[in-house]
């Protein structure tokens, strides 16, 4: 079976491309990315194909080492409407982002935020510990004030993050333009 070095680099240099898109925060370019990056998996399954060959039709004569394998095709185009339907999913979300907020740009989430810190808590502690082993808590005292004052800062952050108008529907999924009431 020989592959064709084309498709592959075409499918290695599309999967690269769209995985990059992917990763951004812009809904948009997540959008563009995801479809970049199946057109370039399908590449790699039709690839797998092998070359091309007879029509997949079984008739008296004809030798099964020259028939093409239906497989790869019919996988081939069930990822072409799994794509779609994911396109058409971020495509919404775009669009209601954009609804909501003016831009399809994707915020760091608040809980992630407070993972994060919490982590980095965690590890400074553990420094000042094994710094000032042996010195006492008096040591470190101003070191510690001041990650407790980072901590209040931040959980200061998530209190205004989650402030909201207290209607729940309203704050889930956001409320519609004036122009469509």
């Not at 008739?59 to 058409?88: F, N």
């Amino acid at each position: 079976m020989s592959v064709s070095a084309t498709l592959l680099v075409c499918g290695i240099v599309l999967v690269a491309a769209g995985g990059m898109l992917i990763l951004t925060r812009s809904l948009t370019r997540v959008l563009i990315g995801i479809i970049v990056c199946g057109n370039g998996i399908n590449l790699f399954v039709l690839a797998s194909a092998g070359r091309a060959g007879l029509p997949p039709l079984l008739y008296p004569g004809v030798a099964h080492s020259r028939v093409t394998d239906p497989l790869p095709q019919a996988i081939v185009l069930t990822a072409v409407v799994i794509t779609l339907a994911t396109t058409a999913f971020v495509l919404a979300m775009a669009y209601r982002s954009s609804q909501l907020t003016g831009s399809d740009f994707v915020p760091d989430d608040i809980a992630d935020r407070r993972v994060v810190l919490r982590a980095q808590i965690a590890e400074e502690r553990h420094e000042l510990r094994e710094q000032h082993r042996g010195e006492g808590k008096r040591a470190w005292r101003e070191e510690r004030r001041e990650q407790r004052h980072r901590i209040r800062e931040d959980r200061a952050f998530q209190a205004r993050a989650r402030d909201s108008s207290g209607d729940l529907w309203d704050d889930v999924l956001g409320t519609d333009p004036e122009e469509s009431r």
